[in-house]
């Protein structure tokens, strides 16, 4: 059971992000996804979540506006975009399995069991 | 927004001591509550969902306790591996996570 995230990337101020996710191991439609971000020498923030079996998303207010989460059943891919980078946008971003079955489980969130490696985005003009 | 508050931010303690690290929400969080062991350069490792059930592969020295509003982890014999930032993570409501903490060892 794995999650394997694409490279870093290096965007300008203003501009939007993509990265992937690629889980393997599992069935993709039976565990939530979430994002979570982490600035430099900073803490753990949520972005938000994905059900890979309709798609459905869900995203707190902060992000709202600018956060995008999508998935690809074919490949067993999430992607998240973010778009209007700015500089603390600068941080490394993980995707995470909930360890909740969404079959079991239904809606209720869990904790998370199984993490990407990490994405560094960096924000610079 | 639930607010997740960690205490303290950093601690210093020697091999084979008895540990704890508490964590406040803002509102009830039916024990939806986990803790995540974080190495530098490091994804966060599952240590303890739903408050108090210990994730498979996890020492025994590590457990947790509390609910409603106040949880703690504790690690029974610190050992040298466990230097690492602490975090707990709320899922009741959506989810956040506390600040963080930095424990090291003397």
């Known amino acids: 059971v794995q999650l394997v995230q694409s490279g870093a990337e290096v965007k300008k101020p203003g501009a939007s992000v993509k990265v992937s996710c690629k889980a393997s191991?599992?069935?993709?439609?039976?565990?939530?996804i979430h994002w979570v971000r982490q600035a430099p020498g900073q803490g753990l923030e949520w972005m938000g979540i994905?059900?890979?079996?309709?798609?459905?998303?869900s995203y707190p207010q902060q992000f709202q506006d600018r956060v995008t989460m999508t998935r690809d059943t074919s490949t067993s891919t999430v992607y998240v975009e973010l778009s209007s980078l700015r500089s603390e946008d600068t941080a490394v971003y993980y995707c995470a399995r909930d360890r909740g079955d969404i079959e079991v489980v239904g809606a209720a969130y869990d904790a998370l069991d199984i993490w990407g490696q990490g994405t560094l985005v960096t924000v610079s003009s | 927004d639930i607010q997740m508050t960690q205490s303290p931010s950093t601690l210093s303690a020697s091999v084979g001591d008895r540990v704890t690290i508490t964590c406040r929400a803002s509102?009830?969080?039916?024990?939806?509550l986990a803790w995540y062991q974080q190495k530098p350069g490091k994804a966060p490792k599952l240590l303890i969902y739903r408050a108090s059930s210990l994730e498979s592969g996890v020492p025994s020295r590590f457990s947790g306790s509390g609910s409603g509003r106040e949880f703690t982890l504790t690690i029974s014999s610190l050992q040298p591996d466990d230097s690492a930032t602490y975090y707990c993570q709320q899922y009741d409501d959506y989810s956040s996570f506390g600040q963080g903490t930095k424990l090291e060892i003397k």
């Open positions: 994905i059900n890979p079996s309709g798609g459905s998303t």
């Open positions: 509102q009830n969080i039916n024990n939806w």
């Open positions: 191991g599992y069935t993709f439609t039976r565990y939530y």
